[in-house]
Every structure is written in C-alpha cells, then in structure tokens.
C-alpha cells in the first residue's frame, strides 16, 4: 500500500504544480490559466464530501472509491495533451478533481480496512511520509522531464504513468487482502428465544 501511495502522489502533485505554466505554453492567458485552479477547488471539495459518505458503505465500497479513481485521475492526465482549450482545460480539471476529491476523501478509511485500528499510528505516519517524500520529489522530476523533453507534456505523462502504476500496484497487492477479510466476518451471533 504505501509503494502504491508513494507512486500515486508523485503524479498528483506534479499534476498541480505546473498546471498554469502548462496552460500558458498552450496559449492560454495568465488570467484564465489562474481561474482553472481556482475553479478546481469546486470539484475536488463537492467529491470530498459525496464520496466520503458513500466510502461509509464498507470496505468494498470504499476499495472501489479509491482505486477506480486513481484509474480515472491517471486516464485524464495521460490524455491532458489533447486540451489544447481553456474551456477543455475546465472539463479536464472537473474530470481530475472529482477523482482526486474522491481518493483524499476514503484515505482513512482504506488504511484501517488494510491494517487493523490497532496498528492505524504506526501505519498513518508510514503513509504520511512517503506521502511528504513523494510530495517533493514529484514535481521536481516532473520539471527535470519537462526541461529534458521542452514540453509539459511529458511531464504529464510522467504523472499520470505514476499514478496509474500506483493504483495498479494497490488492486493486485491488496484487493485479495481485503476480499479475504470481508468475507471471513462471522454474523454476529443471535440468541433465538423459544416461545411456549
């Protein structure tokens, strides 16, 4: 899990980091290429706060909630190339922060699913750091691409590769694991009353 958190945030906030830079290189004012992160925010906090109530459902669910759209963050960043638009650049970022609203959002959740309540401490600050290390070395590669290749676009292949290797390692490394423990839940017991 923390290798596929590691892969995952490498991308996403390599994503952010040159997303107006990107735009400007496209051709698309400083103004507008501003108001795209400002309208992201919309997406990413609704999802936040509609999948964290589904992500309640159970573990499967939450599984579902956190795997798919990482797959979902990955495609929309691997095909950025194609958003030469600021409009396209709008429905882009809807696409990418309603995944990634959804990720943050069953975070929690999923790390006490996988490793218990009991060993949830030791796990948060595992997960937290690669998630901090993962947080600055992601865009700093992702710039090094992009100086190395001349275009923010490879940069963004970078990142979305990143992600979608993260959530490929998290569904064939921990999918079974989780399967195995939904299903070995014992009903609770019920005491049957006879009636005369």
């Known amino acids: 899990g923390i290798n596929a958190e590691y892969m995952g945030t490498t991308g996403f906030m390599s994503t952010y980091t040159h997303l107006q830079a990107y735009q400007e290189s496209k051709g698309i004012s400083k103004q507008n290429a501003s108001w795209t992160l400002a309208i992201s925010g919309?997406?990413?906090?609704?999802?936040?706060?509609?999948?964290?109530?589904?992500?309640?459902?159970g573990p499967r669910t939450r599984f579902s909630l956190f795997c798919l759209p990482l797959l979902g963050a990955a495609f929309s960043v691997l095909i950025i190339p194609a958003h030469p638009t600021w409009e396209m650049f709008l429905v882009?970022?809807?696409v990418f922060d309603i995944t990634s609203?959804?990720?943050i959002s069953v975070y929690a959740a999923m790390l006490v699913d996988f490793v218990g309540l009991e060993n949830l401490a030791a796990c948060s600050g595992l997960f937290f750091s690669s998630q901090a290390i993962a947080q600055g070395l992601g865009p700093i590669i992702a710039g090094y691409i992009r100086d190395a290749g001349g275009d923010y676009m490879y940069s963004y292949i970078f990142c979305g590769s990143c992600m979608a290797a993260g959530a490929l390692v998290m569904v064939l490394s921990l999918r079974e694991r989780l399967t195995r423990a939904f299903y070995?839940?014992?009903?609770?017991?019920v005491e049957l009353q006879e009636t005369g």
Do not use: S
Request: overall charge negative; proline content about 7%; aromatic content about 8%.
């Open 184 to 189: 070995q839940k014992e009903p609770p017991e």
């Open 101 to 103: 609203g959804t990720i």
């Open 42 to 57: 919309i997406g990413n906090a609704l999802a936040r706060v509609i999948m964290g109530y589904l992500g309640d459902l």
């Open 92 to 94: 882009w970022i809807t």
